[in-house]
């Protein structure tokens, strides 16, 4: 029933940026916590940045200064700028939505950071 989609990755070079978007259907968005993570091969799947229904926010270390999370509740939408990428960025990038009751993934999009 609920569905979590990302888009906006692609190949960027080092030092350029990309905006993800994570677009969510389904009830109760604005209660819900959205995060992103990543997975780069052979490697953990990571958290990147969280925020809440409440609009508070986390980065990790990695990220804190580059990278800015944000959501649209009117559109359902949670956006990860990210600015000055690292090859290291280099992964698949996953939302999760969070409920108290329930959670949910979407597909992934990948983010290539080379020159």
């Known amino acids: 029933q609920v569905q979590v989609a990302e888009s906006g990755g692609g190949l960027v070079q080092p030092g350029g940026s990309l905006k993800l978007s994570c677009a969510a259907s389904?009830?109760?968005?604005?209660?819900?916590?959205v995060a992103w993570y990543r997975q780069a091969p052979g490697k953990q799947r990571d958290l990147v940045a969280s925020i809440t229904s409440g609009g508070s926010t986390y980065y990790a270390d990695s990220v804190k200064g580059r990278f800015t999370i944000s959501r649209d509740n009117a559109k359902n939408t949670v956006s990860l700028q990210m600015n000055s990428l690292k090859p290291e960025d280099t992964a698949v990038y996953y939302c999760?939505?969070?409920?108290?009751?329930?959670?949910?993934w979407g597909q992934g999009t990948q983010v290539t950071v080379s020159s």
């Open positions: 999760n939505v969070s409920w108290w009751f329930n959670n949910a």
């Open positions: 389904g009830a109760y968005f604005r209660a819900a916590a």
